[in-house]
């Protein structure tokens, strides 16, 4: 089971720098891990933190909140606030007891494809041992 | 120490020249030691108003019911409410005006300062008496509580009976008021997160089954929810509005009606609802205890949202309620806020 074991990421992209990036990813035909399942957003900071929770809560096996460089946020200072708000859901979800590579955050413009393959490659290496998420994965 | 008489003397005094609508204090209940809630509005019920170390309410729920009062009315009384208030009650407030939720104009604070002590905690003084009731605690100079109770006069180092919030409280004086009462100094708190430890240095896993089996009791009735005078939105993300769908309701009608959070108290569900509970009192919890109080079932809410405080304070260098100017912990950033989590 644990080697078959496929995790599901759920991750929310900014508009104007991840989700460019995770695109030019595939049109640059770069191979990665088909285990995301990419949500377009419009700015990291409109990542509420109930999105989050929910998504672990509908079966999410690992939850990727990506967002524009420091500086470069089309709404000026969108990320900003992301990058506080994310800080506290982290620290919380662990405090819970959730493994803390279960969330992640990063930063990939929309130059970066190569580094939107490498952290999905390396979230789904981290997520594999982990085994599915049921801790907050509602009983169906 | 503070004299009742001279709250009760200015409490007198507004009301009599009319400065405020009523006065909310807090007042002997007939049944138990407990206090509760007093709305007084004639100047000669003054003398229901009490104060000694079993004030534990936060009273500034009700001032978000009296906003909310207000706006129902077609000509509501624009004169303020009086509302007594101790350190952390007082930081409530603060909260409210930094959101803005009420003016300055709208309330009159008589500050109560709990002068190097605090409230009790009424778990903890029923395993002291086991099972007797107390009549009256009072505070003497050598920092003892003395309880009358049937058969006599017992004595209780304070430590040993204060709120566990009052124990790690960073300011015991209010810090917005009208009238203060009682001296402001601080006690010194050498670790404002104690309780805190025990469970940090549990592993995932304990920590894991340790909010399991608490949050797994929750019934959902929401009473953290009902007390907390944080928890003032019309509409809370937990509460499912059923509406009918057709064959016009438009997408982004469904999408404004996402069902978050199943009604049902299943843990899971339980989990989201508290989690979700607490970051929104990220940086706004003011620790007054109420919802751990109110809990029927005994879930230690407060560890939730003190943890929360304890991250503001660490990676934000953020505390909540002592600024009414200062923007709020989620509303603001700094260039330096930590991003080492950050790929």
Request: charged share 30%; proline share 6%.
């Amino acid at each position: 089971m644990a080697e078959n074991f496929e995790p599901k990421i759920v991750a929310f992209l900014c508009k104007w720098c991840s989700s460019a990036g995770s695109d030019l990813a595939g049109v640059s035909r770069m191979q990665y891990p088909p285990n995301v399942i990419p949500i377009q957003v419009m700015c990291s900071g409109s990542v509420s933190p109930l999105y989050i929770f929910d998504a672990f809560n509908k079966g999410a096996d690992g939850v990727l909140v990506s967002g524009c460089h420091p500086g470069d946020c089309h709404y000026i200072k969108g990320n900003f606030y992301a990058r506080r708000r994310i800080a506290l859901v982290k620290n919380l979800l662990e405090f819970i007891g959730l493994e803390p590579s279960r969330f992640q955050m990063s930063w990939v413009s929309a130059a970066e494809g190569k580094k939107y393959t490498q952290i999905i490659s390396d979230f789904v290496e981290q997520l594999k041992p982990l085994g599915p998420q049921t801790k907050l994965r509602r009983n169906q | 120490m503070i004299n009742v008489e001279d709250l009760r003397k200015e409490a007198k005094r507004i009301l009599k020249e009319g400065k405020v609508k009523y006065v909310i204090g807090y007042e002997r209940d007939q049944n138990g030691l407990l206090p509760k809630p007093a709305f007084i509005k004639d100047p000669d019920d003054v003398d229901r108003m009490i104060w000694d170390p079993t004030c534990i309410h936060n009273l500034t729920k009700f001032l978000v019911d009296e906003k909310k009062r207000k706006a129902a009315e077609k000509k509501p009384d624009e004169r303020p409410v009086g509302i007594v208030v101790k350190g952390c009650d007082s930081r409530a407030i603060v909260v409210l005006l930094q959101e803005k939720y009420i003016d300055r104009e709208d309330v009159h604070i008589l500050g109560l300062s709990c002068e190097n002590y605090g409230v009790i905690d009424e778990k903890k003084l029923a395993k002291k008496l086991k099972g007797k009731k107390a009549e009256k605690i009072e505070l003497d100079d050598h920092g003892n509580f003395v309880i009358t109770a049937a058969g006599g006069t017992i004595k209780i180092p304070a430590d040993e009976l204060l709120a566990e919030r009052c124990l790690e409280c960073p300011a015991n004086f209010p810090v917005v008021y009208d009238l203060l009462l009682g001296d402001k100094k601080k006690k010194k708190v050498d670790e404002p997160f104690k309780s805190l430890e025990k469970m940090e240095s549990l592993s995932e896993n304990e920590r894991w089954s340790f909010w399991t089996e608490q949050l797994s009791k929750c019934i959902r009735c929401y009473a953290c929810r009902s007390a907390c005078p944080m928890c003032y939105c019309d509409e809370c993300v937990v509460d499912t509005i059923n509406f009918a769908v057709t064959a016009d309701t438009t997408a982004t009608e469904k999408a404004g009606k996402i069902k978050w959070v199943e009604k049902s108290p299943a843990p899971s569900e339980n989990f989201v609802y508290h989690m979700v509970r607490a970051m929104h009192l990220a940086g706004r919890c003011i620790d007054c205890g109420e919802c751990e109080r109110v809990c029927p079932l005994d879930i230690p809410l407060r560890f939730l949202n003190k943890k929360l405080e304890k991250e503001a304070k660490k990676l934000f260098g953020y505390m909540a309620g002592f600024d009414p100017d200062e923007p709020s912990l989620v509303s603001s950033f700094k260039d330096e806020d930590p991003e080492d989590f950050i790929r």
